[in-house]
């Protein structure tokens, strides 16, 4: 089955920049998703279409993608931003939705 | 506003089944595919499948093929998801999601745990 693969973890100074990666074979035909989740949280959606903010998501989330990789950037990282991160997408036949593993974001 | 109101926690004996329920509002029930998605304890995402609640028409998980049923009530624009056969690893947080066909979920219900222990 199609997978996503996330790094396990990511760790920040305050200020700094986050970036969370995620590749698959599809991405290159492919939108990716992302999900901020809180401890005790329902996920919120950050990033849709690779690249778009919802409204209500600060500037500081942005998304990039290049071949069967895309980015999650978080800029100049605030303690809030401490949460887990989901990266979503489809498999290449459209038959299924499929999620990464996550990746924490520690705020040092 | 949008909202996805979910039923509370069970707990349910390996064998048994469970039907969760999720009650939309604030928006046109039949506008959009929801969803449901899982988290065990500790772990990450688990997509189970999609309604489309203007048909009904439904697709499920390869993996939960057989024992997931996803059902709709368009009077109550009310969501379920009947799991059965339950063993320990279905012990999770449940969430009703509203987005697309398989992805883009704008919106969440707040989860129902699920625990499954003799």
């Known amino acids: 089955s199609y997978e996503l693969t996330q790094p396990p973890s990511v760790s920040v100074s305050p200020g700094q920049t986050a970036r969370i990666t995620c590749s698959g074979d599809a991405l290159p035909k492919k939108y990716v998703y992302w999900y901020q989740q809180k401890p005790g949280q329902a996920p919120v959606l950050v990033i849709y279409k690779d690249n778009k903010r919802p409204p209500g998501i600060p500037e500081r989330f942005s998304g990039s993608s290049s071949g069967t990789e895309v980015t999650l950037t978080i800029s100049g990282v605030q303690a809030e931003d401490e949460a887990d991160y989901h990266c979503q997408s489809a498999d290449r036949d459209n038959t299924y939705s499929v999620f990464g593993a996550g990746t924490k974001v520690t705020v040092l | 506003q949008v909202q996805l109101a979910q039923s509370g926690p069970e707990v349910k004996k390996p064998g048994a089944s469970v039907k969760v329920s999720c009650k939309a509002s604030g928006y046109t029930f039949t506008s959009y595919y929801l969803h449901w998605v899982r988290q065990a304890p500790g772990q990450g995402l688990e997509w189970m499948g999609v309604?489309?609640?203007?048909?009904?028409?439904?697709n499920y998980a390869q993996k939960l093929q057989g024992r997931v049923t996803m059902t709709r009530d368009t009077s109550t624009s009310t969501l379920y998801m009947e799991l059965s056969s339950l063993r320990s690893e279905d012990t999770a947080v449940y969430y009703c999601?509203?987005?697309?066909?398989?992805?883009?979920?704008?919106?969440w219900g707040q989860g129902t745990l699920v625990t499954v222990s003799s």
């Open positions: 999601a509203r987005g697309e066909e398989l992805v883009f979920f704008d919106n």
């Open positions: 309604i489309n609640p203007n048909s009904g028409s439904t």
